[in-house]
C-alpha cells in the first residue's frame, strides 16, 4: 500500500496471524454497497498474495478463516483484474444449499472472469494530433481491406464524439467505454440471430466492428468477456445447454488494423433458431407489472425512501445536487439462449440514461430493465450475467458513472457463507446484526429464515430486473440515509410480527402483480 498509494483505500490496521501479514482496508466503490472491507493475506511461506472480499467482514469480526484456502485467489480489485477464487464451483451451479431448505437465503458461487490487466490510461487513436485527419486514413484503408463487409452493410464504424452532460463544461466524461460495450454486444446478438432464410449450410457470415475511440487493451477485455460466456455456455456450465443448436459467434481482433477492429464469423451451424421468448410479453404489459411493484414496494410501504413515485426517483436529495428525474422503464425480449442480446439492450439502455442526464424534461435517475425470459432461472440471472455485467462495467470504466443492482421474482438473500458478488442484498448475518443494534426485541422475535425473508422481499420483483442506478445518486443516498437502521426498518414492514406485511400476503401480492395483463 505504501509503494503505491490509493486515495479511495483506508487502512484499518496491519496486523500478524498464523505467520500471515493481514493487511485491512475499507475501499470505497461506486457500487451499491458503496464500500467494501477488503482483506490482503501475504504468506511468507509460500510468498503468496490471496485477496479476500467479504461483506461482512470487519476489524472486529476477522479471523484467518476468512481465507478460503491455501490455493484460493480471491479477487483483486485493482489493475482492472476482475477474478475469483480457483476452487469455487463452475458459473451456473450456484443454486440454493443443498444442505438449506430455506426458500429465503442462498449460498452463492461466486463466477471467476479474468480479463488482463494493463494501465486504464493507456492512449487512444482520438487523443492523437491530427486525429481527424487519421481517423480517416484509417478508415479508408479499414473499408478497403473489408471491402465485401462494406457492399455486405456489415462494417461498422463507431463514432466516439458523445460525452456526458455536465453542468460544467470543462468536466465531461467521455462515453467511449459505454458505447464500444454498446456497439459490440449488439454486433454479436444481430450475427447470431440471422434468419433461418439467410442460413445456408457452409456460407460464413462476417461483420467487421472498428472502435476508434478505445484502447486495444479494452477491445481485449470486452472479447475475454464474451469468450467466459461462449465457454460456459459450450461446456454446459452456465446450464442453459438444453440440447438446443446454441448461436456461436467467434471474435477475434485484427492485429494488424491501427485501430481495435473486432472481427465477429458465424456460419450456418452458428445461426440461433427458434430459441426466442415463446410469446414474448408485450412492453406495455411488463412495464405496468413493474410500476405496479414500485408503487406496492418502494413507495407505498416506503422501501426507498428517495423514489416517491413509479415515474420519478431521487426526491429529498435536492440540497445534495441530486434532481429529481424520471425513471427509465424497458424490456428484452431475450430468453436464456441470448444473453448477447440482453447485455446489447442493457448496455443501449444505460448509453442512453447517461447521454439524457441526470436532470431536465429528458433527464434520467435510473433504470429498470425486465427481462421476462429469465423469470424461471434465478441462479443463472443472480450468478453468471451480473458476473457478466460486473465485469463489463469495470471493462467500461463506467464504475463513476452507474451501479448495477439484481431484481428476481425468486430472489434469495445472501447466507453469508460467501461473497455474492456486487448488486445483491446484504447477506443473512449483517442484516441480522443490523436488527441487533437497531431493534432488540425485533431481533429476538425473528428466525433466521424470517430475517432472509425480510431480505428477499426487497428484491422480489415480477419478472428479472436489472436496475441501473447513477454513481452520485448512490454517493448521496449513501451519505444521507443510515443502511442499518434503514434495512432494519424495511425488514420490520415487510414481515416485522406486530407491523409487518408477512410473506403470505407478500406472495400473494407479487403473484397478483405477475398476472397483470393475462
Request: hydrophobic residues 40%; aromatic residues 6%.
Amino acid at each position: 500500500y505504501k509503494r503505491t498509494p490509493r486515495k479511495d483505500l483506508h487502512i484499518l490496521g496491519v496486523g500478524v496471524e498464523d505467520k500471515c501479514m493481514i493487511v485491512m482496508a475499507r475501499k470505497a466503490l461506486v457500487v451499491p454497497f458503496l464500500s467494501i472491507t477488503l482483506c490482503e493475506i501475504y504468506c511468507p511461506a509460500c510468498a503468496f498474495l490471496q485477496h479476500a472480499s467479504n461483506p461482512i467482514l470487519d476489524s472486529s469480526r476477522f479471523s484467518r478463516q476468512n481465507v478460503q484456502g491455501e490455493n484460493d485467489i480471491v479477487v483483486s480489485m485493482s489493475g482492472g483484474e476482475i477474478g475469483l477464487d480457483k476452487s469455487s464451483k463452475q458459473p451456473g451451479s450456484n443454486d440454493i444449499n443443498n444442505d438449506s431448505k430455506c426458500p429465503f437465503s442462498m449460498t452463492f458461487t461466486r463466477n471467476r472472469i479474468d480479463v488482463s490487466s494493463g494501465k486504464r490510461n493507456e492512449r487512444i487513436a482520438s487523443q492523437h494530433p491530427f486525429s481527424g485527419l487519421k481517423a480517416k486514413l484509417d478508415r479508408a484503408r479499414l473499408e478497403l481491406k473489408y471491402k465485401s463487409q462494406v457492399n455486405d452493410g456489415r462494417f461498422r464504424w463507431l463514432d466516439l464524439d458523445s460525452v456526458v452532460k455536465s453542468e460544467d463544461r470543462n468536466n465531461n466524461l467521455p462515453l467511449g467505454g459505454v458505447e464500444a460495450m454498446s456497439a459490440f454486444w449488439r454486433a454479436v446478438s444481430d450475427l447470431s440471430e440471422i434468419s433461418e432464410m439467410e442460413a445456408v449450410e457452409g456460407t460464413e457470415r462476417t461483420l467487421v466492428l472498428a472502435l476508434p475511440g478505445v484502447t486495444q487493451l479494452t477491445a481485449i477485455r470486452m472479447l475475454e468477456i464474451y469468450d467466459w460466456l461462449v465457454s460456459g455456455t459450450l461446456n454446459g456450465e452456465l446450464g442453459i445447454n438444453d440440447g438446443s443448436e446454441l448461436p456461436v459467434v467467434r471474435a477475434t481482433l485484427d492485429k494488424d488494423a491501427p485501430i481495435p477492429v473486432i472481427v465477429l464469423m458465424a456460419d450456418a451451424t452458428s445461426v440461433q433458431k427458434s430459441l426466442t421468448v415463446s410469446n414474448p410479453e408485450k412492453s406495455l404489459v411488463v412495464e405496468e407489472r413493474i410500476k405496479a411493484w414500485v408503487r406496492r414496494v418502494l413507495v407505498n410501504l416506503g422501501i426507498c425512501p428517495f423514489t416517491k413515485s413509479d415515474s420519478w426517483s431521487g426526491q429529498g436529495l435536492a440540497d445534495l445536487n441530486i434532481p429529481v428525474a424520471r425513471i427509465a422503464y424497458h424490456h428484452s425480449v431475450a430468453s436464456i439462449h441470448q444473453i448477447a442480446l440482453l447485455m446489447a439492450d442493457t448496455w443501449e439502455a444505460i448509453h442512453d440514461m447517461i447521454s439524457a442526464g441526470p436532470s431536465g424534461r429528458d433527464g434520467v435517475s435510473s433504470i429498470l430493465l425486465a427481462a421476462p425470459g429469465f423469470d424461471d432461472y434465478f441462479s443463472l440471472w443472480a450468478g453468471p450475467v451480473f458476473a457478466m455485467l460486473e465485469a463489463s462495467v469495470g471493462v467500461a470504466e463506467a464504475e463513476s458513472l452507474i451501479g448495477i443492482v439484481c431484481f428476481h421474482p425468486k430472489y434469495a438473500t445472501p447466507d453469508g457463507k460467501s461473497w455474492p458478488g456486487f448488486g445483491h442484498m446484504h447477506s443473512v448475518p449483517r442484516l441480522r446484526g443490523w436488527l441487533d443494534d437497531n431493534n432488540v426485541e425485533l431481533s429476538r422475535q425473528l428466525t433466521d429464515e424470517e430475517v432472509a425473508a425480510g431480505g428477499a422481499w426487497q428484491r422480489r420483483t415480477p419478472h428479472a430486473v436489472i436496475n441501473v442506478l447513477r454513481a452520485d445518486q448512490l454517493a448521496a443516498a449513501e451519505g444521507r440515509r443510515s443502511s442499518s437502521s434503514l434495512y432494519t426498518r424495511n425488514i420490520d414492514k415487510l414481515i416485522g410480527k406486530t407491523r409487518g406485511v408477512g410473506s403470505g400476503k407478500l406472495a400473494a401480492c407479487l403473484s397478483k402483480e405477475r398476472q397483470l395483463g393475462r
